[in-house]
Structure formats: structure tokens, C-alpha cells
């Protein structure tokens, strides 16, 4: 803002010193005409001049214009303010003297000022341009573009990237090619840059112009079809890089668009649609309210957190046993959000008493209980502690959130939870069916969400795919069959809270995540997108079904299983109701049971409580037949 109103400054100066100028010139070439005695008209249109063609640029703001951006239309209203500035001057003169300066002084004044003027404005623009090439010598080489380009894309946002990246002194590259997949546009011209195809043409472009780099211009590309176009760039080996989107680039102001051009992620190739959520609606319930997150140093947990801040909170708790992720949270909300109510608190969901003063103290009006363990492998080596965190920890919180009148309890759930096949899963099944029974008696409102995988979430296969790439490989996938459903953290956030929105008690909520994805092909994509060839480069492993996983995670997305809900991508599991004085009978002796370590009797009581849970991979399995032969005895 403050580099704004200087140009302002510099530029009515220049203005004045322009029109002063060529005023002065023109007089002195041409001769001003004869007045009455006593007048002298040189000096009345020296200071005259000036004012009126400031004034004329102002209303017809020609200094309101970003001139880094600037385009003819901008040059002709500067010559229609100069016209209109020039139109007063004879009409002043002709007032004051009853003569004005002759038609060939009026054009020598006319030219002479644009000319000075457009020569000021082409040197203020390249100045911006060389400041804002400085600024960006700061980001790292990966941010800047070299060698052979090819862009995706000929209409506009194609057309303002190239101009901008051609005035960026920082990146040194070459603009050889562009794809559209608009037949009218084969073999056509935008900027100097040839069409050489559509997208059936990548390849084959990519090799004849030795591309380097790949430059997705299509802001408004919906996502599967650019996963489509992504999917066969990445096959070139080229780096890729996308545009922002049309709602950054609406927002990027003087910082310009290149900017923001960054790496293609892996989301982009997954090619599902964005999920639209009422933002409204989410505001209004959250705005005004204290809020609790447990777990909210997690992935999930942190995500909610900064979600919830924007939307103006009374009060904002975050309660995690982990101090270095709650701290890490905690000094982000407070850099972006000074004012926001910010309360951080260490400990565990475990511990009745540190959860009975969190609630007394603050009086939560929300909670959204994201604490849990959450890993399958670990949890079938260590059942009682997942039985302990997931299973007693949700119960806990939900008896402070009965007691304290919270508004809404919403648990976040997993689709590990739809017919288990692991500790973890059934844990978290069991977690549904307590806050289901806890319903029935009390005042707040229980609902669960049940989502499956988010991307880069931690322990998700993303980073470790990432880790084993930057080493080189190889990259180890469980199973060349093995698949998931994906959404990305802050959709998977912004989901769970319009869902506790909807949600009216005793409800489980799941989403419609889109199409599976094979983890092998993901684990393919992300070789390729690192720009290394699969089994040539970068070998991928299978290495065997883990302990309770599956090949195939369930969600209960279909209309069979599920009820409709306002969204269309939300809906309402139908799924066996639990009755609460049976929930605490099962809880308490599942709870003797963790105490004295007897983990055959907890699985099995498990089994019993949740009776869709059937191990695979597992040593649990052993008690899977046992129970089926004394249902057949």
C-alpha cells in the first residue's frame, strides 16, 4: 500500500514536469499569439496546463492503473484524459484572453506531454518489474522456471502467464509450445507461441522441443479432466507446474501471478472434484462458541483448529498429550490470528480428572474429539492401549461432555470402523456405539463422521512414498491390489464440521470420497511426478498385507446402507443401535480385562461387542473360529 501511493506521488510530479515542458517547448518553437496589453498568456497556460491535465488523469484514473499489468486500453484512456486536458487549456484561454495558441503549438503540446508521459510510465513499470525480480530472487530455485517450456492452455490465463513470465527477469525460460485441446485453435499463435496440438500431442511435443518444464494454464479446468491431462504430462518426465487457480489469481493484486505458480501435488493427479460445503452455515454454528478439540495437535486435529479459527470463535481449547504439536499449533494460530481466544492444554483423554477440569473451567459449547491412535499394524502388537486411548478415552469425554451440557459431541471416525478387520477398526466401532448409546440420555448431541485416508496426513502412505523416493527407493507398497479412498486434510476438516452442523444426535455421518485408488498406481504417480522412471530408476516392492489390513476399505457410501442428508455428499450410516446400560456393562469389564493385561479375553469381548469384527492377517484370528464354533455348538 505504502509502495502504491509513492508511484501515485512520483507519477502526478512527473506530470506536472511533463506538461510544463512541452507547454515551454511549444512557445518556444511556434510563438504565442498577441494579447491585450498586459497579458501574458505563456505564463497563464504554464501553470494552468499542468493542473488541468493531473485533474484530467485523476478522473479518468489513469493512476489508479497497475501499469506492470497495464494493456492498451490504458494507454488510450491516457490519451483521451490528455485530449479532454487539452479541450480546457483552449477553452481557458479563450475565456481569460479571447485568443488561444495555434493548432500546430496545441498538437506540438499535445504530443510532446503524451510522449513524455507513456516514455515515464514504460520506465515506472520495468522498475516495479526489476524491484518484484529482486524480491523473488529470495524463493528457492524449485520455485523458478528454466529451459523449454510447454503450457497447457491458449486462452487468457495462458496469455497474462506468459507476458509476466517473459517481463520476470528470474526466470530464465522459453516459452516452444502450447496444447489446447480447442480444434480452432491447431496450429495457431498465441503471443509468438505456436498451438502444436491437443493433449494426444503432449508427448510427442515434449520430445521435439525438449521440453523441460510443463506449465498447466487452465485455472478453470474442472479436476477430473485435469488429472487426465496431468497424468499424461507426468509420462514425459518433465517437471510439472500448474497456475493458480481463478480465485488466486483474482486475489493476487500487484504480487503478481507467477508467484504462485507451483509443483504439481499428488492430489492434482487423483483427478476427483472438490467437495462444495455451505460456508455459511459453518460459520454461523461455530462463530460466538467455545470450542474444544481433543487430538488438537494431530493432523486432523490442527487442521480443525485453524479452520475453526477463521470463523470467530468465543473461545478456541486445544487439548493434546503431545506438547510439541500442540506448541507448533498453537504459535501458528497465534501469529495469523492475534485476537483470536486461544487456550492450549497438555494432556490425556485417558486421565477423568484432567478432562473434568478442562470442561468445569471452560465449558466447551463444541467438541470435536479427534484424539486417538490410529495406526492398524501398531494397534494389533498393543490392543490395550488402543483400547484404553480410542474406547475409554471417548467415553471420558463424552461423560464431561454430558456433564457440562456441551452442545454437540462429534467424534471422528475412520471406515476401519465398517466391518473391522482390526483392532483399530473395531475400536473405533466401538467408540460410535458408546457415543450412540450416550445419546439416547442425554441433552448434547453425539453424531460421528466416518471418512477414509487423507493425503499427507501423518503415517499415511504420501510421506512415507515421499521419504523412500528422495532416498532413492525402493518404494514399498503392501499388496499390487490394495486400495483407498482419499480426500485431502482440510476438505476432510471442512466436511466434518458443516456434518456437525446437520447433524441432530444419535447420527453417524459418511462421505462420498469418489472412485478408490490403487495405492500402487499412486505409488507410480509419485515416482513420476519426481520426475524418475518406475522399475528403472525407482524399483516398487510389494511386501505382503500387514497385520489387519484390508485389500478394500468400506465407507457405507451406497444408497442400500445409507439415508440422504441436505448435502449430497454426506450421508447417514444405517447401522445397529446400542443400548446404553449394555455399553457400560461391556465398557467396565472390557476395562478389568485392559487392566490385567489379559489381551486373549479383550479381543475376544471385543468380538462379542462388535460381532461384524473378523481379523485378517491377524493372530487374532484364532478367536474368530472360536466363536464360530460356539455359535454352532
Not at 483521451?80 to 487539452?86: E, P, R, T, Y
Not at 500431442?201 to 485435469?226: G, H, M, R
Not at 472438490?274 to 460466538?288: E, F, H, K, T
Not at 493385561?597 to 462388535?610: A, E, G, Y
Amino acid at each position: 500500500m505504502k509502495n502504491r501511493y509513492l508511484v501515485f506521488i512520483a507519477s502526478v510530479l512527473f506530470d506536472f514536469f511533463a506538461a510544463a515542458v512541452s507547454i515551454f517547448i511549444s512557445f518556444k518553437l511556434i510563438g504565442a499569439p498577441e494579447v491585450p496589453k498586459g497579458g501574458n498568456i505563456f505564463v497563464f497556460s504554464l501553470l494552468i496546463w499542468p493542473t488541468l491535465m493531473v485533474l484530467s488523469f485523476y478522473i479518468f484514473k489513469t493512476y489508479s492503473v497497475l501499469w506492470r499489468f497495464s494493456r492498451i486500453s490504458d494507454l488510450l484512456r491516457l490519451f483521451v484524459g490528455m485530449v479532454v486536458a487539452l479541450g480546457a487549456l483552449f477553452i481557458c484561454q479563450m475565456a481569460v484572453y479571447g485568443k488561444a495558441i495555434s493548432a500546430p503549438a496545441m498538437l506540438l503540446t499535445f504530443f510532446l506531454a503524451f510522449f513524455l508521459t507513456v516514455v515515464f510510465r514504460l520506465c515506472m513499470k520495468d522498475i516495479i518489474l526489476r524491484v518484484s525480480s529482486r524480491e523473488a530472487d529470495d524463493k528457492t530455485s524449485a520455485d523458478k522456471l528454466k529451459g523449454n517450456i510447454m503450457i497447457i492452455g491458449a486462452g487468457c490465463a495462458a496469455s497474462m502467464i506468459i507476458n509476466e513470465l517473459r517481463d520476470n527477469k528470474v526466470n530464465n525460460c522459453k516459452f516452444k509450445c502450447a496444447i489446447d485441446d480447442d480444434p480452432a485453435k491447431k496450429n495457431t499463435y498465441i503471443l509468438g507461441i505456436r498451438v502444436y496440438g491437443d493433449r494426444n500431442s503432449i508427448i510427442e511435443a515434449a520430445e521435439k522441443f525438449q521440453i523441460d518444464t510443463i506449465l498447466f494454464a487452465i485455472p478453470s479446468c474442472d479436476n477430473k479432466e485435469k488429472g487426465e491431462i496431468l497424468n499424461i504430462c507426468k509420462e514425459t518426465g518433465c517437471e510439472l507446474k500448474i497456475v493458480p487457480s481463478i480465485y488466486q489469481m483474482m486475489n493476487s493484486g500487484e504480487k503478481g501471478i507467477s508467484k504462485k505458480i507451483r509443483k504439481v501435488k499428488i492430489e492434482d493427479l487423483l483427478g476427483r472434484e472438490p467437495i462444495s460445503l455451505d460456508i455459511n452455515r459453518i460459520i454461523d454454528y461455530v462463530a460466538g462458541r467455545t470450542v474444544l478439540v481433543t487430538g488438537g495437535g494431530g493432523t486432523i486435529g490442527s487442521e480443525l483448529c485453524r479452520q475453526i479459527a477463521e470463523h470467530d470463535p468465543k473461545r478456541l481449547v486445544i487439548f493434546d498429550i503431545y506438547e510439541n504439536n500442540a506448541y507448533d499449533i498453537q504459535n501458528e494460530l497465534r501469529r495469523k490470528y492475534p485476537e483470536l481466544d486461544l487456550v492450549t492444554l497438555i494432556g490425556s483423554v485417558r486421565d477423568s480428572k484432567r478432562l473434568e477440569s478442562v470442561f468445569k473451567t471452560y465449558r466447551p459449547d463444541i467438541v470435536y474429539h479427534a484424539a486417538a491412535h490410529k495406526h492398524v499394524p501398531l494397534m494389533e502388537d498393543s490392543p490395550n492401549e488402543a483400547i484404553k486411548n480410542n474406547v475409554f478415552g471417548t467415553l471420558k469425554t463424552a461423560q464431561c461432555a454430558d456433564k457440562y451440557s456441551a452442545k454437540k459431541f462429534v467424534l471422528i471416525s475412520t471406515d476401519k470402523a465398517v466391518n473391522p478387520t482390526n483392532i483399530m477398526g473395531a475400536s473405533k466401532r466401538m467408540c460410535e456405539m458408546i457415543i450412540q448409546s450416550y445419546n439416547k440420555r442425554s441433552e448434547t448431541e453425539f453424531v460421528a463422521v466416518r471418512f477414509g485416508n487423507v493425503l499427507g496426513s501423518n503415517g499415511s502412505v504420501i510421506p512415507l512414498f515421499k521419504k523412500q523416493i528422495a532416498e532413492g527407493g525402493p518404494v514399498t507398497v503392501t499388496h499390487p491390489e490394495i486400495r483407498r479412498y482419499f480426500m485431502t486434510i482440510p476438505e476432510a476438516c471442512r466436511l466434518v464440521m458443516e456434518a456437525a452442523t446437520i447433524g441432530r444426535g444419535n447420527t453417524i455421518f459418511v462421505f462420498d470420497m469418489g472412485e478408490c485408488v490403487k495405492i500402487a498406481e499412486l505409488a507410480r504417480r509419485m515416482i513420476a511426478l519426481a520426475g524418475f522412471r518406475v522399475d528403472q530408476d525407482i524399483r516398487i516392492v510389494y511386501t505382503g498385507l500387514r497385520p489387519g489390513e484390508k485389500l478394500y476399505e468400506e465407507v457405507l457410501s451406497n444408497t442400500e446402507n445409507t439415508l440422504p442428508t441436505a448435502h449430497e455428499k454426506i450421508r447417514i450410516a444405517k447401522v445397529r443401535e446400542y443400548d446404553y446400560e449394555e455399553a457400560c456393562r461391556d465398557v467396565e469389564e472390557l476395562e478389568r480385562l485392559a487392566r490385567e493385561f489379559d489381551i486373549p479375553n479383550v479381543v475376544r469381548l471385543m468380538k462379542r461387542i462388535v460381532p461384524e469384527y473378523h481379523s485378517q492377517n491377524s493372530r487374532f484370528e484364532v478367536y474368530d473360529r472360536e466363536l464360530e464354533e460356539e455359535r454352532t455348538a
